[in-house]
Nanobody
Framework: QVQLAESGGGLVQAGDSLRLSCTVS????????MGWFRQAPGKEREFVSA????????YYGDSVKGRFTISRDNAKNTVYLQMNSLKPEDTAVYYC?????????????????WGQGTQVTVSS
Protein backbone atom coordinates (compact mmCIF):
# COMPACT_ATOMS: atom_id res chain seq x y z
CA GLN A 1 0.00 0.00 0.00
CA VAL A 2 1.30 3.42 -0.97
CA GLN A 3 2.53 5.53 1.91
CA LEU A 4 3.41 9.21 2.10
CA ALA A 5 5.08 10.34 5.30
CA GLU A 6 5.57 14.04 6.03
CA SER A 7 8.06 15.35 8.55
CA GLY A 8 9.74 18.58 9.55
CA GLY A 9 6.85 20.55 10.94
CA GLY A 10 7.04 22.40 14.22
CA LEU A 11 6.63 25.65 16.10
CA VAL A 12 8.71 28.57 14.88
CA GLN A 13 8.70 32.34 15.09
CA ALA A 14 7.80 34.71 12.29
CA GLY A 15 10.72 35.13 9.93
CA ASP A 16 12.15 31.68 10.64
CA SER A 17 12.58 28.84 8.17
CA LEU A 18 11.50 25.22 8.08
CA ARG A 19 12.04 22.40 5.64
CA LEU A 20 9.32 19.84 5.23
CA SER A 21 10.03 16.40 3.81
CA CYS A 22 7.69 13.82 2.36
CA THR A 23 9.02 10.34 1.78
CA VAL A 24 7.02 8.05 -0.45
CA SER A 25 6.99 4.28 -0.56
CA UNK A 26 5.44 1.62 -2.77
CA UNK A 27 5.09 3.62 -5.95
CA UNK A 28 7.41 4.62 -8.78
CA UNK A 29 8.23 8.01 -7.31
CA UNK A 30 10.00 9.34 -10.40
CA UNK A 31 6.77 8.93 -12.38
CA UNK A 32 4.63 10.95 -9.98
CA UNK A 33 4.10 14.66 -9.67
CA MET A 34 4.16 15.77 -6.06
CA GLY A 35 2.20 18.53 -4.40
CA TRP A 36 2.04 20.30 -1.08
CA PHE A 37 -1.25 21.59 0.26
CA ARG A 38 -2.16 23.12 3.60
CA GLN A 39 -5.25 23.55 5.69
CA ALA A 40 -5.71 25.98 8.52
CA PRO A 41 -8.50 25.59 11.10
CA GLY A 42 -11.83 26.67 9.67
CA LYS A 43 -10.42 27.15 6.19
CA GLU A 44 -10.46 25.16 2.99
CA ARG A 45 -7.45 23.21 1.84
CA GLU A 46 -5.10 25.48 -0.09
CA PHE A 47 -2.59 24.71 -2.82
CA VAL A 48 0.98 25.52 -1.79
CA SER A 49 3.33 24.07 -4.38
CA ALA A 50 3.83 21.25 -6.86
CA UNK A 51 6.63 19.72 -8.86
CA UNK A 52 5.92 17.75 -12.00
CA UNK A 53 7.63 14.46 -12.80
CA UNK A 54 9.88 14.30 -15.81
CA UNK A 55 10.55 17.92 -16.67
CA UNK A 56 10.45 19.12 -13.09
CA UNK A 57 8.24 22.14 -13.67
CA UNK A 58 7.27 23.83 -10.42
CA TYR A 59 4.21 25.76 -9.35
CA TYR A 60 3.48 27.92 -6.32
CA GLY A 61 0.46 29.45 -4.69
CA ASP A 62 0.41 33.23 -4.75
CA SER A 63 0.74 33.48 -0.98
CA VAL A 64 4.04 31.57 -0.90
CA LYS A 65 5.75 32.68 -4.10
CA GLY A 66 9.25 33.93 -3.45
CA ARG A 67 9.35 32.41 0.03
CA PHE A 68 8.86 28.67 -0.49
CA THR A 69 10.82 26.32 -2.74
CA ILE A 70 9.82 22.80 -3.73
CA SER A 71 12.35 20.19 -4.79
CA ARG A 72 12.59 16.45 -5.16
CA ASP A 73 15.20 13.73 -4.85
CA ASN A 74 14.09 10.76 -6.89
CA ALA A 75 16.88 8.61 -5.51
CA LYS A 76 15.45 9.10 -2.01
CA ASN A 77 11.77 9.03 -3.02
CA THR A 78 11.43 12.34 -1.22
CA VAL A 79 9.96 15.74 -1.97
CA TYR A 80 10.93 18.79 0.04
CA LEU A 81 9.35 22.13 0.80
CA GLN A 82 11.79 24.78 1.96
CA MET A 83 9.84 27.50 3.72
CA ASN A 84 11.57 30.80 4.41
CA SER A 85 10.36 34.06 5.91
CA LEU A 86 7.50 32.28 7.59
CA LYS A 87 4.47 34.30 8.62
CA PRO A 88 1.75 33.58 11.19
CA GLU A 89 -0.68 33.09 8.30
CA ASP A 90 1.41 30.12 7.16
CA THR A 91 0.18 28.24 10.22
CA ALA A 92 -1.61 25.10 9.03
CA VAL A 93 -1.38 21.37 8.64
CA TYR A 94 0.74 20.68 5.59
CA TYR A 95 -0.01 17.67 3.42
CA CYS A 96 1.94 16.12 0.60
CA UNK A 97 0.18 14.35 -2.23
CA UNK A 98 1.05 12.32 -5.31
CA UNK A 99 -0.47 12.16 -8.78
CA UNK A 100 0.54 10.79 -12.15
CA UNK A 101 -0.84 13.90 -13.82
CA UNK A 102 1.43 16.53 -15.33
CA UNK A 103 -1.35 19.07 -15.78
CA UNK A 104 -3.82 20.35 -13.25
CA UNK A 105 -1.44 19.74 -10.37
CA UNK A 106 -2.59 22.86 -8.52
CA UNK A 107 -5.98 21.28 -7.84
CA UNK A 108 -6.28 18.87 -4.92
CA UNK A 109 -8.89 16.71 -6.62
CA UNK A 110 -6.29 15.55 -9.12
CA UNK A 111 -4.20 13.72 -6.55
CA UNK A 112 -4.37 10.01 -5.90
CA UNK A 113 -2.44 9.62 -2.65
CA TRP A 114 -2.12 11.77 0.46
CA GLY A 115 -0.01 11.85 3.57
CA GLN A 116 -1.29 12.32 7.10
CA GLY A 117 0.00 15.86 7.40
CA THR A 118 2.46 17.73 9.57
CA GLN A 119 1.63 20.75 11.72
CA VAL A 120 3.42 24.04 11.11
CA THR A 121 2.79 26.79 13.63
CA VAL A 122 4.29 30.24 13.21
CA SER A 123 4.10 32.59 16.17
CA SER A 124 4.20 36.36 15.82
Amino acid sequence: QVQLAESGGGLVQAGDSLRLSCTVSRLTFSRYSMGWFRQAPGKEREFVSAIVWGGGATYYGDSVKGRFTISRDNAKNTVYLQMNSLKPEDTAVYYCAATQKVFGVVVDTGYDYWGQGTQVTVSS
